[in-house]
C-alpha cells in the first residue's frame, strides 16, 4: 500500500513547503497521519501573482485543449483510483468502496466541464441593418475557491472544474482536514500539463486565507462549500468588495413518503443512503415525514437496515460506514439526540458511542419529535435520521418547507398527481422521486433559501465562471 503522500502547496507549478504545519489525523483512530502545510502571506501573494500569470495563458488557450487538458488529468485519476482512494479513506473514514466511487464521481466533473468548456455558446441578437450585436462568454479572471472536507476529491474538483473550464486561473484553499484529496487533482493536473499558475493550491488557516484572499484586485470570484455560517461570513466579505460568489451551503433535506409508495423498499433505500459518507453529505437525507398509513412498516424496515450496518475502519473489507470526519461531528450528534430526547423523541436506535478509539457514531434513529428539538431545524451532518408521521401530502410538504434550508428534497410516490404538487411546492434547488441521488454531473446543482446561490454542474455550472460581454459592432 502507498504512503500517505508529503503533502506541500502547490503554487504557480511548483511544489512548496512552509515553515509551519498542520496534523491530519486518521478519523479511524485518532493517530497522525501526515503534515499539512500552512501558508504565509508570502504564499498566498506567490499564489495570486501566479494565478495572475496563469490566467493570462490559459485564457488565451483555445477551449478545445483545455477540455484535452482535463479529460487528461480526470484520466490519470481514474488511473490512480485505488491510491487516491486509500488516502481519502485515510483521512475521511470513508469507507474504501465509497472513496472509489468518489474519485470517479470527481473525473466525471472534469469530463463533463471539458464538455462545457465547448459549449459556452454566446449568441447574435437580431439587430436592424448594419450594426450586430454580440453576446459573449469571457472567463471571469482568478477564482478563490473554498472546499470542505466531506468530500475531499469531489468537492474540489467541482469548483476546478468549473473555473478550468471557463478558461479562468484558481486559487483552491482545500479542507486542512482532508488535504491529500485535492493534492491529488493538482498532481494529475501537473501531470496532464496545465501551465503553470493555473491551478494553485493552498492551505492553512481558513479564516486568514479567506480574509486575505478576496480583498484582493486580482480575485474576480468567491466559490465556496461548507456551513451556511461560513457562508454568510464570506458572502458579507465578498460584498465589501463588490464580489460576485457561488455558494453552496448546508441543508436539511426532508424525505417525503406518500400513502402509495412502498414502505419497505422506500425504508431500506433511506437507511442505506443516510449512512452514506457517515451522514455527513449535505443532501444527506434526514427529516422523513411518512404518511401514517406506512409509517410503521417504514420506520421498521428503516431500523432493520440500518442496524445492520457494519461500522468499522473504512479501509476493512466488507465496512458500510466509517467514522465521521472529526470529533466537532460526535459532539454535534451527541448535543442533538440528548436535546431531542430531553424534549420527549423517542430514541428507535444507535445514540451511543462505542467506547472505542476513533470518531465513531452510530446510526441512529429518532422519532416522534417535537417541532422544538433542534434537530427539526439544524442540520445534523451525521448518521442520525429522524422519523414523524403526516396525515397528508399538504402537511408533509409544509413541515419539510419549515427550515431556512432548501437544497435537496426527496419523496417516495407513485402518484403523477403528487408528483406534480411535490415539484411545484417544495422548496428546495433539487428534487428527486424515488431515487436518493441528488446530483449527477449532468445536472445543476445548488440550493435556495439559505442553502445558498447559483449551480454547479450541468449547463448552468461554467457560466458562473464567466463574464457577460455584449459587443455592439456598427459596420463602417
Ligand atoms: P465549518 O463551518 O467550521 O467549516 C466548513 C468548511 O469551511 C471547512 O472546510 C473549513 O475549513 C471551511 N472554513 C471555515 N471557516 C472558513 C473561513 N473563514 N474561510 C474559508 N473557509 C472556512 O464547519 P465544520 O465543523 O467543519 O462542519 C460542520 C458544518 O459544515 C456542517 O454542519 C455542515 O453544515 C457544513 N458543511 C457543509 C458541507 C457541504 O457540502 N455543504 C461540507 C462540509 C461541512
Known amino acids: 500500500m502507498s504512503n500517505y503522500p508529503d503533502l506541500q502547496l502547490y503554487i504557480g507549478g511548483a511544489w512548496r513547503r512552509t515553515a509551519e504545519t498542520l496534523p491530519v489525523i486518521n478519523p479511524a483512530d485518532e493517530s497522525v497521519i501526515g503534515a499539512v502545510p500552512v501558508a504565509s502571506t508570502g504564499d498566498l501573494d506567490a499564489a495570486l501573482e501566479a494565478a495572475e500569470r496563469g490566467f493570462a495563458v490559459w485564457r488565451k488557450t483555445s477551449p478545445a485543449r483545455r477540455a484535452e487538458v482535463l479529460r487528461k488529468a480526470a484520466a490519470l485519476l481514474r488511473e490512480r483510483i485505488n ?3 486509500t488516502d481519502i479513506t485515510r483521512e475521511h473514514g470513508k469507507p474504501f468502496q465509497q472513496a472509489r466511487l468518489e474519485v470517479i464521481r470527481g473525473a466525471e466533473f472534469f469530463e463533463w466541464d471539458a464538455g462545457e468548456a465547448q459549449r459556452t455558446y454566446g449568441r ?3 439587430s436592424e441593418p448594419g450594426i450586430r450585436y454580440i453576446v459573449h462568454h469571457q472567463p471571469i479572471g482568478t477564482v478563490a475557491a473554498f472546499s470542505p472536507w466531506n468530500f475531499p476529491m469531489s468537492q474540489p474538483a467541482r469548483k476546478i472544474a468549473g473555473a478550468l473550464a471557463a478558461g479562468c486561473s484558481i486559487i483552491i484553499k482545500a479542507a486542512e482536514e482532508t488535504p491529500a ?9 501537473h501531470d496532464a500539463g496545465l501551465p503553470a499558475g493555473v491551478l494553485n493550491l493552498v492551505f492553512g488557516i481558513p479564516t486568514q486565507i479567506s480574509e486575505y484572499l478576496i480583498p484582493q484586485e486580482q480575485v474576480r470570484l468567491i466559490a465556496f462549500t461548507g456551513s451556511t455560517a461560513v457562508g454568510r461570513t464570506l ?13 453552496e451551503l448546508g441543508g436539511h433535506a426532508p424525505v417525503i413518503v406518500c400513502d402509495d409508495a412502498d414502505p419497505v423498499k422506500a425504508g431500506i433505500a433511506s437507511a442505506i443512503r443516510k449512512v452514506r459518507n457517515s451522514g455527513q453529505v449535505c443532501t444527506s437525507p434526514t427529516r422523513f415525514f411518512v404518511h401514517e398509513s406506512v409509517y410503521k412498516p417504514f420506520t421498521e424496515a428503516f431500523i432493520e437496515r440500518a442496524r445492520a450496518v457494519k461500522v468499522g475502519n473504512g479501509l476493512e473489507e ?3 460506514m466509517g467514522p465521521v470526519a472529526n470529533h466537532r461531528r460526535v459532539e454535534a450528534m451527541e448535543m442533538l439526540v440528548a436535546d431531542a430526547v430531553s424534549k420527549g423523541a423517542k430514541l428507535l436506535l444507535g445514540g451511543e458511542r462505542p467506547r472505542n ?5 452510530p446510526p441512529t434513529v429518532l422519532a416522534d419529535l417535537p417541532g422544538d428539538a433542534r434537530v427539526m431545524r439544524e442540520e445534523p451532518f451525521g448518521p442520525l435520521a429522524v422519523i414523524n408521521p403526516v396525515s397528508s401530502l399538504e402537511e408533509a410538504i409544509e413541515k419539510a418547507n419549515g427550515v431556512p434550508f432548501g437544497l435537496a428534497a ?8 403528487n408528483v406534480d404538487q411535490i415539484t411545484d411546492d417544495l422548496e428546495a434547488g433539487n428534487v428527486s422521486i424515488n431515487t436518493l441521488e441528488a446530483s449527477v454531473a449532468e445536472t445543476p446543482f445548488g440550493g435556495v433559501k439559505e442553502s445558498g446561490f447559483g449551480r454547479e454542474g450541468g ?3 461554467i457560466l458562473h465562471y464567466t463574464v457577460i460581454k455584449n459587443v455592439s459592432h456598427r459596420m463602417a
Do not use: D, Q, W
Request: some cysteine; hydrophobic content about 45%; glycine content about 10%.
Open 318 to 320: 466488507g465496512v458500510e
Open 459 to 461: 449547463a448552468e455550472g
Open 410 to 417: 426527496y419523496a417516495f410516490t407513485n402518484s403523477a398527481a
Open 357 to 361: 478509539s476513533g470518531y465513531f457514531y
Open 235 to 247: 458572502t458579507g466579505l465578498a460584498s465589501r468588495y463588490v464580489k460576485p460568489t457561488l455558494m
Open 124 to 126: 447574435v441578437i437580431p
Open 181 to 189: 484529496g485535492c493534492l491529488h487533482i493538482a498532481r494529475a493536473f
Open 83 to 85: 491510491e487516491v482512494a
